[in-house]
């Protein structure tokens, strides 16, 4: 059965850090990647990956803060996201993909089929 489990998720202040990891079983992967959802608005690609390549997929609202990596021996995900603005707020979820994209979005959220249960994210200014 095929399984994505999210954590380090928490409070932390303004310009502060956090890593998030997705363990993953289950599942053969060919991408893998980060969503968020605040109340009210809509889920919104953060960072994705490409677990063959590495090739590396960011929105623009957190280009140059936050950083997606793969651990193919331990099956798990990382995003660690430095800087943190209040509007990062929001429930973050793992997401993967078990085909290739073949030019599909790779930050598009329907393109990803398995979905983790989510971590709380909440930035304080």
């Known amino acids: 059965q095929v399984q994505l489990v999210e954590s380090g998720g928490g409070p932390v202040q303004a310009g502060g850090s956090l890593r998030l990891s997705c363990a993953a079983s289950?599942?053969?992967?060919?991408?893998m990647g980060w969503f968020r959802q605040a109340p009210g608005k809509e889920r919104e690609g953060v960072a994705t990956?490409?677990?063959?390549?590495?090739?590396?997929y960011y929105s623009n609202s957190v280009k140059d803060r936050f950083t997606v990596s793969l651990d193919n021996a331990k099956h798990t995900l990382y995003l660690q996201m430095n800087g943190l603005k209040p509007e990062d707020s929001a429930v973050y979820y793992c997401?993967?993909?078990?085909?290739?994209?073949?030019?599909?979005?790779?930050?598009?959220?329907?393109?990803?089929?398995?979905w983790g249960q989510g971590t709380q994210v909440t930035v304080s200014s």
């Open positions: 289950g599942l053969a992967s060919y991408y």
């Open positions: 997401a993967a993909r078990s085909t290739p994209l073949w030019g599909r979005d790779p930050l598009g959220g329907t393109a990803y089929g398995y």
């Open positions: 990956i490409d677990t063959r390549s590495g090739s590396t």
